[in-house]
């Protein structure tokens, strides 16, 4: 079982990192709308991992008062 987790994380692996090779493109991403001069060029795959992760702790954020409040009233009940 540990052979087929292995395979399958590599296979994943080879997916993401090829296609971040063919997303070396230069992107420009303008800051406000219709001002070219606050604008920010980067590859494509530097943006889309930019986003994911922003992404991931936008929401880390917003789930941690309610984690913390039934952490706390977890603690609470067993006393």
């Known amino acids: 079982m540990r052979t ?4 399958v994380k590599s296979i994943v692996f080879l997916v993401v990192f090829l296609f971040s090779l063919n997303n070396t493109h230069i992107t420009t ?4 709308p219709g001002v070219a001069d ?5 590859p494509l795959i ?3 991992l ?3 992760f922003l992404g991931i702790v936008i929401t ?7 984690v913390l409040k039934n ?3 977890k603690k609470s009940n067993v006393s």
């Open 60 to 66: 880390v954020i917003f789930f941690l008062p309610t």
């Open 38 to 42: 606050i604008a920010v060029d980067a």
């Open 29 to 32: 991403v303008n800051i406000f």
């Open 71 to 73: 952490a706390k009233s």
């Open 46 to 48: 530097i943006w889309l």
């Open 50 to 52: 930019l986003f994911f």
């Open 4 to 7: 087929f987790f292995l395979v």
